[in-house]
């Protein structure tokens, strides 16, 4: 290829003179490295401010993003892997992590941390790095960190009496009761969408439920913890505290949260900015962020967000892990946090005024001291699907709450036949020992 | 004499191989390779590692069958054949009735009115479709409650879902069939009709004896084809309603879609492929058998 072009250019350059040799000259010097790097959602559309700069610093090296829509992030790395077409440097939500690393897709990255200057294990929060290691190899660098708070209508609340947000269950269902009623028929104390699972997992996660065992091989939905979780999840439906509908079937949420139809939603950090953007001005100081709930005092969240992953047979190894070092210091961490809501995965960026002098991101700063990651199997992504339909039937009425946890349990149970057989055989351990 | 036929025979073979070739690599190699495929259990696990990939013979084929699940996308996708084949044959016949009615006047200016949402993409007009469907602000529901009907949460309610998927993609769809109705309605002798009017045959008589045997090769046609394009509803639940509400809209091929690309399980898949390929092959059987019959 780049002989080729040389040859050309000597060609066009006897011919035509000084003004071509020139040119000549400079496609030699540069060629620069190409790499590509996909990133979703609005990530994906961001980052490309941040990636015009590294280029910037790097001149030999041109970045080629490629924006991937969330929804079909996982399968689209699936056949990329497939069919030998991965990038050089991708975002990876830390839950596929161990997926990618069991398919040996993944570069390990402990010797690139040791030689480092930038990054340093002890600035990200421990509960995020630990999902990037898998048998003590690392595979990802954390770069933004997602948990789910809590939204409320601060006004809403403060005229149904409640002045200060709950902590406990009991607590939290008494001051929806309290808003329901000052809110009169038409309006629900909160929105739990009918089409998402995270809030049923968590509410569970945060009772003591494992959901899986047995090296997650076996399905334990029907536990008394997720059961007393589930009871809690689909009362607040019954109850009429929280609309049936799903999110496809409510017009606008940002218009639905002004109007009053409901007061709290569970959510995560990129709706901090929407919120802002959205809501009418006079709203401005109405609404909050607070920790979640737990069953006895302040509930756990959910450890996730997205790593960056560099591809294990990637041509341009020591280019790649620049870009990932690039992402990952602190002023490029607050950047990205302004350009696309993301919370920083590193804790320096956290000390930024952003964030210090920013009421509704301390309640996620508060949370992700308490955050736990879910079962990190290749079948969550079904088994999730799963937990979201029987929510779904039980909310309806389809079924009742404990006859939706038996057929979970039973469906799931199916889905792991494979991780049993692997297991008694002593593949399980190997499908990560292998990775190495 | 023997010996210039077998030539002939030869070089017929050359004529047809470079097609023969195609179809071998193109169609028959990938069949073979997927009912192969359909008996293992082919998954995330074996993409990593091939070795652990099982021979399971037709557990697949026993999973599938006694999965809730597939009766589900079993159930909606018949629903979807035997309630959306009539109907879009219907509004095609009708459509091209119309636009070949010969006081039409601008008959071109409606055939491609008419065939237009068949080379739309179907993504915007799923979009402008949930719209209309909208439970508050849509189109639809300000029609209905306008004549006092009662309205419908068209794509979130489990009862109105599938129905609502059906009147889009009938829409979408009946243009195609609606021109080779108009090719088919061209191509009966005018002379029938006028032999029908001297016996004083009235409008349903002349389209019952007449213009329905006439269409008789294009009808059988236009169902054949409707009915394996049904089976095959993927697309417009896919942007529509991803398969919910409490998947209400799950068809066949995105149950397998669900399968093979987001879960990975390729064999499951596979062996989901082939028992599509069944049903479809019997129902073609079916209609081709019951056309006969009725013209014989």
């Known amino acids: ?35 590509r790097f996909w990133a979703m959602g609005r990530e994906g559309e961001v980052v490309t401010d941040l990636v015009r700069d590294f280029e910037r610093e790097n001149p030999g090296i041109k970045v080629e993003v490629q924006q991937i829509p969330w929804s079909a992030a996982h399968e689209k790395l699936l056949t990329a892997y497939v069919g030998r077409s991965m990038p050089d440097v991708f975002q990876l939500g830390n839950t596929w992590i161990s997926e990618f690393a069991a398919l040996r897709a993944l570069a390990p990255l402990g010797r690139n941390l040791a030689a480092s200057a930038v990054l340093h294990a002890s600035s990200y929060f421990p509960g995020i790095w630990a999902t990037n290691q898998i048998d003590g190899v690392l595979y990802g660098i ?70 899986l065992v047995d090296d997650d091989t076996r399905a334990d939905f029907e536990s008394p913890e997720f059961r007393r979780a589930f009871h809690f999840y689909i009362g607040l439906f019954r109850d009429g505290l929280a609309p049936p509908v799903s999110n496809n079937q409510i017009a606008n949420m940002y218009q639905e949260f002004a109007r009053g139809g409901f007061a709290m939603v569970i959510t995560g950090p990129w709706n901090i900015g929407e919120f802002r953007r959205r809501l009418p001005l006079e709203l401005a100081g109405a609404w909050g962020t607070a920790p979640l709930p737990g069953p006895a005092g302040p509930g756990l969240s959910m450890a996730g967000g997205s790593s960056l992953a560099v591809l294990r047979e990637t041509r341009h190894p020591a280019e790649a892990w620049k870009l ?73 009425g389809a079924t009742t709450p404990d006859s939706a946890l038996a057929a979970l349990d039973r469906d799931v149970d199916r889905m792991l036949e494979k991780r049993r057989w692997l297991r008694a055989r002593g593949r399980l351990a190997a499908e990560t020992a292998g990775a190495r | 004499m023997r010996g210039s036929g077998e030539r002939q025979d030869g070089a017929a073979w050359v004529l047809v191989s470079p097609a023969l ?82 006081r039409l006047r601008a008959k071109g200016l409606f055939r491609v009115v008419f065939f237009t949402p068949v ?13 209309l469907y909208h439970p508050k602000f849509g189109l639809l529901n300000w029609g209905l409650s306008h004549l006092g009907l009662p309205t419908a949460d068209w794509l979130g309610d489990p009862h109105w879902a599938m129905p609502a998927i059906l009147l889009l993609s009938v829409w979408k769809n009946f243009g195609y069939n609606m021109l080779i109705f108009v090719a088919g309605l061209q191509s009966v002798p005018q002379e029938l009709y006028e032999a029908a009017d001297l016996d004083g045959a009235g409008a349903w008589q002349r389209f019952r004896h007449i213009t329905l045997p006439g269409l008789r090769p294009a009808m059988l046609f236009v169902t054949v084809m409707t009915v394996l394009g049904n089976f095959q509803l993927f697309a417009e639940p896919y942007v529509m309603t991803q398969g919910g509400p409490l998947r209400s809209t799950v068809s066949l091929v995105m149950l397998m879609y669900e399968q093979g690309f987001r879960w990975w399980r390729m064999g499951r898949a596979a062996a989901i492929a082939f028992v599509l390929f069944a049903l479809m092959l019997g129902a073609t059987l079916l209609q081709i058998r019951t056309q006969r019959e009725r013209s014989t």
């Open chain 2, 21 to 102: 070739l195609l179809i071998g690599v193109f169609f028959v190699l990938p069949v073979i390779a997927g009912f192969l495929l359909s008996l293992t259990d082919f998954d995330i696990y074996a993409i990593g590692d091939p070795r652990v990939m099982r021979v399971v013979g037709l557990g697949n084929y026993h999973q599938i069958l006694t999965d809730g699940d597939f009766w589900i996308a079993f159930r909606n996708t018949m629903v979807y054949v035997v309630l959306g084949v009539p109907l879009s044959v219907a509004a095609s016949l009708g459509a091209a009735l119309l636009v070949n009615a010969q």
């Open chain 2, 119 to 131: 080379v739309t993409t179907l993504v915007a007009v799923a979009i402008v479709w949930r719209y």
């Open chain 1, 1 to 35: 290829m780049r002989a080729t072009r040389r040859g050309r250019g000597v060609r066009a350059g006897v011919a035509l003179s000084a003004l071509a040799l020139a040119s000549l000259s400079c496609a030699h010097a540069s060629a620069p490295v190409h790499l």
């Open chain 1, 324 to 396: 990932v070092e690039y992402l990952s210091r602190p002023e490029q961490q607050v950047r990205f946090y302004h350009l696309s809501g993301d919370l920083p995965a590193r804790v320096e960026a956290w000390r930024d005024t952003s964030f210090t002098h920013d009421p509704l991101t301390l309640a996620f700063g508060d949370q992700l001291q308490r955050t736990a990651p879910w079962p990190k199997v290749p079948e969550w992504e079904e088994i999730s699907i799963r937990l979201q339909d029987q929510v779904e039937r039980a909310v309806r």
């Open chain 1, 142 to 211: 954390p770069w933004y960190v997602d948990t789910r708070v809590l939204f409320y209508r601060r006004d809403l609340l403060a005229r149904a009496g409640v002045r200060v947000m709950p902590a406990t269950w009991d607590a939290w269902r008494a001051a929806m009761v309290a808003v329901c009623r000052d809110q009169g028929p038409g309006h629900y104390a909160i929105f739990l969408p009918t089409n998402e699972w995270p809030q049923p997992m968590i509410l569970g996660m945060q009772a003591g439920a494992r959901m």
